[in-house]
């Protein structure tokens, strides 16, 4: 970490300190949502009345220097010159149909938005302009607006063509939900740490145009490693297997939100772990989010080439030929090496069940019969041989372990310095990283179990010994 980038992480953390002064359970939206806009992306909040989506609005637009804000609820009546001015009266006389915008949401830096969904489609339709191009059609020119981040609210989304539009707009959706019992006791306190109303930070911790720049540089010089590359991938076939479409758009701003994450730290190359944002960004609702955190949670940090489902493959495969070498039979033979034969003693069908089988019109069950087969035995260079295989698969299952503690250190020393990450992601991803863990000893075990089942197969009496040939011309007539 260079000395830039080290002062650039003091001074986020410093003012994420500020913004999250008297705010309840709320950490954790604060910070994705600020993060959001150091990506120049939007954020929807999407949660009941009166809880706090609003400050949360105010105090995004207070990590940025000389940042104009701009708030307006929509309702099915708002009309655009409540969003984007009243029209000029000059420009009229001079026929020109143009808006006074200063003071609205074009000359806005940041914007919050109450109830996005409630204004008609044209409204929403003028929005998305705004909201992805940073342009507004003001008259018959297109102006340039310093739009940084919109944070949008909303009890629920509607399903119709323009609303899913414009929903796509927003790269983060963040569910708020009223505050826990605890959380509630925290709310009330006389300390009043839920107070609602922001703190201002101190000047020198607020960002500035250059200080976004100098980010967005940052990032676009921010690799994305192949192990991230390959988890995104592997993800959107999963979505899609499950009928989820996610558009490439999304992708595309996806990368970017996970650059700038890594960059804000001080980091030149995205993190595995940094994935932990991507719910936010693929899921529609919140009982989405959850699913595809837990899929993430149980796949990060485990490589595909030794992951719990596959070595269980491989284990059970040898459970299955011990098992079947177990059970094999092979002819019996005596120390001449003649088949052995009994005859079936008919009063107690010492034989088997032979004897009831076959008639005895002709004297059949005094004749001599085949004695049961015994069990297969094996020499030491086949036993050998598996249990060689097993003394490999156990090493494998050794090395994987150790590669499990490095990912579980790794993701240790990511959560220590991580600025965004999401505490109950970290707690599912240790979980993770334990449950395969767990998984890889208990198959240690049942490897060993299986190689001490091939130790204990019958033996051939010699190495190398094998059943004399047969010579037919000495069987009993």
Known sequence: ????????????????????????????????????????????????????????????HLAFRDARYFERLLTRFTVPEELFGPLSIR???????????????????????????????????????????????????????????????????????VAEAFFDRFLLRLTVAPVSAEGFRRLLGE??????????????????ALDRAALARAAGSCALPAVVLDRLAELRDWLAGRGVYVSDRRWVKLAHLLRVAAASEGRSAASEWDLGLVPYCVAADEPARLVVAEWLAARLGVREAWSPPRITRVVEAFEAQLAGEREATDLDYDEAGRLRFSAIDPATQQAGELAGAIGDAKGGSA?????????????????????????????????????????????EAWADQALWADPAFVTAARAGLAAADAALAALAERARTARAGFESLPRLAAAGAVPAPVDHDALPE
Do not use: W
């Open 1 to 60: 970490m260079n000395g830039a980038h080290a002062l650039l992480r003091g001074r986020l953390t410093g003012l994420l300190a500020a913004l999250e002064t008297g705010l309840v359970e709320r950490r954790q939206v604060l910070r994705a949502s600020l993060l959001a806009a150091l990506a120049g992306e939007h954020t929807l909040l999407v949660g009941p009345p009166g809880t706090a989506k609003s400050a949360l609005a105010r105090r995004i």
């Open 91 to 161: 420009a009229l006389e001079e026929d020109r149909y143009e808006r006074q915008v200063a003071g609205f949401l074009p000359d806005a830096a940041v914007a919050f938005i109450d109830e996005v969904f409630k204004a008609n489609s044209a409204i929403l339709n003028a929005l998305l302009t705004l909201l992805n191009e940073r342009e507004f059609d003001n008259g018959a020119g297109r102006m340039r607006c310093p739009l940084i981040s919109v944070v949008g609210a909303t009890n629920q989304v509607p399903e119709d063509e």
């Open 191 to 208: 300390d009043r740490a839920g107070s609602p109303e922001p703190l201002a930070p101190a000047p020198e911790l607020q960002l500035d």
């Open 367 to 411: 004749a001599l019969r085949m004695s049961s087969a015994r069990m297969r035995r094996y020499g030491h260079l086949h036993i050998g041989a598996r249990t060689a295989q097993l003394d490999d698969v156990l090493a494998r299952l050794v090395k994987y372990r150790d590669e499990l503690d490095t990912q579980r250190a790794a993701l």
